[in-house]
């Protein structure tokens, strides 16, 4: 069997990991998101107020809300990922008869990896959008009626249900458009992982700190250039509104109703928490990613699943 497989199991362990520690931070910069209105007395003025009101009104439970369906698709994201990505980037190599991919090799994996991660967890991310935006304070509750009592506490799967009930299954695709076009994002992500990876590794061998600082430099760069489009995505992955002003029927459409609404800053709008998250999430996925290689590598002898060197010669 090939290090795919072990790259996608260390991929999952270290999206968890990554995930489970950043995901105060998915909460605030994903309810400025989908935030239209921010006249309204509820809501937030920035990251640190959003920050507050949400431990006022709901908690510490508050700042992560939708944890479990965030962590379910963090392991499912990142495990097909780096299962494609590295399937073809052992595509190229073998091609080559080189070690290592050029710039567009990178490109081509980091797109193919992407498409794929996208049509098959789209599902999970419009289920987890949902959840983490939630109120859980009585007044949103009551304010808000039109069966939001009976939302109150939903898990994962009552939220899938609800979803497929009410929408439709393919309601569960909501955003995947904008969400291929951001392919690009782990394209530029890993693209410029690699290339900074091949030649810092020209001159020493690389340990866990040098893959949390690529991995921060090159999330930086990705989420930087694609937040608009992030930003669309998850407002369409919402319930859609029956107010047409409020309802996105594409991805260029809800980039000119955010610029008309809310100006060019609209575009924006949680981009601080979304950095910070990006590049700590990045950061702690290649440094645990790689940490786990080797384990996930000596799981796959245990079982059976992959021969060990000493076998293979």
Known sequence: MSDNVAHALAGAGGGIISMAVTYPLITVGT???????????????????????????????????????????????????????????????????????????????????????????????VVNTRLTVKQKRQKAIADAGDGAVAEEGQTTLQAFAEIIREDGVLSLWQGLIPALILVINPIIQYTAFEQLKNRVERFRKLGSL?????????????????????????????KQSKNESERYASLADGLRKV????????????????????VLTASFLFMSKEALFSYAVKLLIVIGARRSMAAAH
Request: charged share 15%; aromatic share 10%.
């Open 31 to 125: 309810r400025l998101q989908v935030q239209r209105n921010s006249n309204d007395a509820a809501a937030y003025s920035g990251n640190m107020d959003a920050l507050r009101k949400i431990l006022e009104q709901e908690g510490v439970a508050g700042l992560f809300s939708g944890l479990e369906s965030a962590l379910f698709g963090a392991a499912v994201t990142n495990g097909v990922y780096y299962y494609f990505f590295e399937a073809v980037k052992a595509l190229f190599e073998k091609a080559s008869k080189r070690s290592s991919m050029n710039t567009v090799e990178s490109m081509v994996s980091g797109a193919v990896a992407g498409a794929m991660t996208c049509i098959i967890t789209n599902p999970i991310w």
């Open 210 to 238: 040098d893959f949390f600082v690529l991995g921060a430099i090159s999330k930086l760069c990705a989420t930087s250039i694609t937040y608009p489009y992030i930003l669309v995505k998850s407002r369409m992955q919402l």
């Open 259 to 278: 610029i008309a609404q809310e100006g060019i800053a609209g575009l924006y709008k949680g981009i601080e928490s979304k950095l910070l998250q990006s």
